[in-house]
């Protein structure tokens, strides 16, 4: 089992930058594929981008390649997501997560979740 937290959330202006950071404890954090999710007001949770358990492999949803990279130190158990260019389209709760898989872009694949983060940007 492992537990995650997320950190770096917060209220920006359009076009700025946000690193968010979900820090792991539990069982050995290369072992879990990663990934970003996120959720704004009325709308489902939907898939942001993820990572492979060596970091070798990413996928990025449309709306958010180019501007978002993820990352992630296994030394130091933490994936991360870096957001450029921020809009306000992506205002959303941002939740990190951790599936048994290799990596995936699907939320039902995911074991467990943090408790999110909120970003909010403004126009």
């Known amino acids: 089992q492992v537990q995650l937290v997320e950190s770096g959330g917060g209220l920006v202006q359009a076009g700025d930058s946000l690193r968010l950071s979900c820090a792991a404890s539990g069982r050995t954090f290369s072992s879990y594929g990663m990934g970003w999710f996120r959720q704004a007001p009325g709308k489902e949770r939907e898939f942001v981008t993820a990572?492979?358990?060596?970091?070798?492999?990413?996928s990025y949803a449309d709306s958010v390649e180019g501007r978002f990279t993820i990352s992630r130190d296994n030394a130091k158990n933490t994936v991360y997501l870096q957001m450029n260019s921020l809009k306000p389209e992506d205002t959303a709760v941002y939740y990190c997560?951790?599936?048994?898989?290799?990596?995936?872009?699907?939320?039902?694949?995911?074991?467990?979740w943090g408790q999110g983060t909120q970003v909010t940007v403004s126009s």
């Open positions: 997560a951790a599936t048994n898989s290799y990596y995936s872009t699907r939320s039902r694949t995911y074991d467990y």
């Open positions: 990572i492979s358990k060596t970091g070798g492999a990413t």
